[in-house]
């Protein structure tokens, strides 16, 4: 079974930086497109980045161009977002997605972690 574990957040003070990762495990054959979202409470998900696995990445999110970076280390099936220059409306709820091929079946599959939660605030 795979799963996606995200860990690095917290409380960090307006101006502050933060990494989150994501540790994907179990039976992975391959990883693709790993993604970030997050969720502010009473607001819909919204994709911040994504990172193919060739390290091609691209940051959808606008207010996050030039704050954030995702980036991946393959060999240890884990991607992570550098978040800086943060700021109150980056407090939110963060996930990580990723479209994994289970060794055992041969089949892709889109996986969800749990969350991490960012709050900002002095």
């Known amino acids: 079974q795979v799963q996606l574990v995200e860990s690095g957040g917290g409380l960090v003070q307006p101006g502050g930086s933060l990494r989150l990762s994501c540790a994907a495990s179990g039976n992975i054959q391959t990883i693709y497109g790993m993604s970030w979202y997050r969720q502010a409470p009473g607001k819909q998900r919204e994709v911040i980045a994504l990172?193919?696995?060739?390290?091609?990445?691209?940051v959808y999110l606008d207010s996050a161009k030039g704050r954030f970076t995702i980036s991946r280390d393959n060999a240890k099936n884990t991607v992570y977002l550098q978040m800086n220059s943060l700021e109150p409306i980056d407090t939110a709820v963060y996930y990580c997605?990723?479209?994994?091929?289970?060794?055992?079946?041969?089949?892709?599959?889109?996986?969800w972690g749990q969350g991490t939660q960012v709050t900002v605030s002095s």
């Open positions: 990172i193919h696995n060739n390290g091609g990445s691209v």
């Open positions: 997605n990723a479209d994994i091929v289970d060794k055992r079946s041969g089949a892709g599959h889109n996986y």
